[in-house]
């Protein structure tokens, strides 16, 4: 989609119009554009925390952007997608199996492979998203399942905002092969409160081309302390819905083209900046850069061009590299993550941390993943004028 909304300068320029808000802004942002670059370090930006997950042998997390993960201060949920036992895993802070919620099916508390979820944290309830069935099912922290709510769409994406589910289908138009033709309702984002599931008032986003086929796996949704980010490989534009259930642009890319979509991905957010990362359709060769913005003055630098995208990102994460993308978002604003499997730890041993090769020499090929996570520093970066 080519926005029709008139550009802005990095400034903070109040947009009037259509899904404009008072505090809304619009950043401009140019992939090849000439911004200030900075040789930045992981560490720079981040404290980064190593935690074995111990007393559950079955734990089996497939490595896709579906393991969502969500990091409270006395516990972590990890969201194990598998096509024989998916479930929610549920972990004390220190990597201790609690209990296993929801298991693999089509009966009562039971969800398929495809699935999200979202967590009320001052409730104590988890919301599962069965995508495949159109079910939302509610369970309590100690595994009951409290009611189940079926719906009429199903979202590959959720968020929870302000006690408010938000679910994304960008697959809502497609582009069928088959037929040669567009299918679908057009109809892309949804909200329901969370007791009964009551369906809210909520804009929507009208993509002027749709999903069509060759678009790699992508998380749309990115989770934020205010709202959450919606991306799409067919727009141009990075929206943004507040807790208020108001849309509105807040990125707008220039070299997003009918040739070459280059698409924003938000990251991580902190008090001063929000990091970003770019990435192309699948087979489309362009930069694969990090950035950040900052919030203070709305100016964008470039973090070192580390092809965070490449398939060695994890590895490039151990070596204390800004790797961050897409398949690094939790279900926390301001903490990303990552699953680090045995073989990978012995093959990149020589640059493991000490405290980190002491626990890989104790793991074994059938051990659980280390989970690493990535908790973004307060205040502003040091080392960027």
């Given at each position: 989609?080519?926005?029709?909304?008139?550009?802005?300068?990095?400034?903070?320029?109040?947009?009037?119009?259509?899904?404009?808000?008072?505090?809304?802004?619009?950043?401009?942002?140019?992939?090849?554009?000439?911004?200030?670059?900075?040789?930045?370090?992981?560490?720079?930006?981040?404290e980064?925390?190593?935690?074995?997950?111990?007393?559950?042998?079955?734990?089996?997390?497939?490595?896709?952007?579906?393991?969502?993960?969500?990091?409270?201060?006395?516990?972590?949920?990890i969201?194990?997608?598998?096509?024989?036992?998916?479930?929610?895993?549920?972990?004390?802070?220190?990597?201790?199996?609690?209990?296993?919620?929801?298991?693999?099916?089509?009966?009562?508390?039971e969800?398929?492979?495809?699935?999200?979820f979202?967590?009320?944290?001052?409730?104590?309830?988890?919301?599962?998203?069965?995508?495949?069935?159109?079910?939302?099912?509610?369970?309590?922290?100690?595994?009951?399942?409290?009611?189940?709510?079926?719906?009429?769409?199903?979202?590959?994406?959720?968020?929870?905002?302000?006690?408010?589910?938000?679910?994304?289908?960008?697959?809502?138009?497609?582009?069928?092969?088959?037929?040669?033709?567009?299918?679908?309702?057009?109809?892309?984002?949804?909200?329901?409160?969370?007791?009964?599931?009551?369906?809210?008032?909520?804009?929507?986003?009208?993509?002027?081309?749709?999903?069509?086929?060759k678009?790699?796996?992508?998380?749309?949704?990115?989770?934020?302390?205010?709202?959450?980010?919606?991306?799409?490989?067919?727009?141009?534009?990075?929206?943004?819905v507040?807790?208020?259930?108001?849309?509105?642009?807040?990125?707008?890319?220039?070299?997003?083209?009918?040739?070459?979509?280059?698409?924003?991905?938000?990251?991580?957010?902190?008090?001063?900046?929000?990091?970003?990362?770019?990435?192309?359709?699948?087979?489309?060769?362009?930069?694969?850069?990090?950035?950040?913005l900052?919030?203070?003055?709305?100016?964008i630098?470039?973090?070192?061009?580390?092809?965070?995208?490449?398939?060695?990102?994890?590895?490039?994460?151990?070596?204390?590299?800004?790797?961050?993308?897409q398949?690094?978002?939790?279900?926390?604003?301001?903490?990303?993550?990552?699953?680090?499997?045995?073989?990978?730890?012995?093959?990149?041993?020589?640059?493991?941390?000490?405290?980190?090769?002491?626990?890989?020499?104790?793991?074994?090929?059938?051990?659980?993943?280390?989970?690493?996570?990535?908790?973004?520093?307060?205040?502003?970066i040091?080392?960027?004028n």
């Amino acid at each position: 989609m080519k926005t029709n909304l008139f550009l802005c300068l990095l400034s903070s320029i109040l947009i009037v119009g259509c899904n404009s808000s008072d505090d809304s802004y619009l950043i401009e942002f140019d992939v090849n554009k000439n911004y200030p670059v900075y040789d930045i370090k992981l560490s720079d930006v981040a404290e980064v925390k190593y935690i074995e997950l111990k007393g559950l042998n079955t734990f089996w997390v497939n490595n896709d952007i579906s393991a969502k993960i969500l990091v409270c201060e006395d516990f972590i949920l990890i969201g194990d997608r598998n096509s024989v036992e998916s479930k929610l895993v549920l972990f004390d802070a220190d990597g201790n199996f609690i209990r296993i919620i929801g298991t693999y099916g089509r009966g009562p508390g039971e969800f398929l492979e495809q699935f999200t979820f979202v967590v009320d944290t001052s409730a104590q309830k988890i919301i599962v998203h069965s995508i495949d069935q159109k079910l939302f099912i509610k369970f309590d922290f100690t595994g009951n399942m409290i009611d189940y709510h079926q719906i009429n769409e199903r979202f590959y994406q959720t968020a929870f905002i302000n006690n408010q589910v938000i679910g994304y289908n960008y697959r809502s138009r497609y582009f069928s092969y088959i037929s040669n033709t567009v299918k679908g309702s057009g109809v892309s984002l949804h909200a329901y409160d969370i007791g009964k599931f009551k369906p809210l008032s909520i804009g929507d986003i009208k993509y002027d081309r749709p999903y069509n086929g060759k678009i790699g796996l992508i998380n749309n949704l990115t989770k934020v302390k205010d709202g959450c980010y919606i991306t799409s490989f067919q727009s141009d534009t990075i929206y943004f819905v507040d807790s208020s259930l108001r849309i509105y642009p807040r990125f707008v890319n220039k070299r997003y083209s009918d040739d070459i979509n280059i698409s924003i991905f938000p990251v991580l957010e902190a008090e001063d900046y929000i990091l970003f990362s770019t990435e192309s359709e699948m087979n489309v060769e362009c930069k694969r850069d990090m950035f950040m913005l900052r919030k203070r003055d709305n100016k964008i630098f470039r973090l070192s061009n580390n092809n965070s995208y490449a398939l060695n990102y994890k590895a490039k994460l151990l070596n204390n590299e800004l790797a961050l993308n897409q398949f690094t978002l939790t279900q926390n604003h301001n903490i990303a993550a990552v699953l680090l499997p045995y073989e990978l730890l012995q093959k990149n041993y020589s640059i493991l941390t000490n405290d980190l090769k002491n626990i890989v020499d104790k793991m074994t090929d059938n051990s659980n993943p280390i989970l690493v996570l990535i908790t973004a520093r307060t205040g502003s970066i040091s080392c960027i004028n």
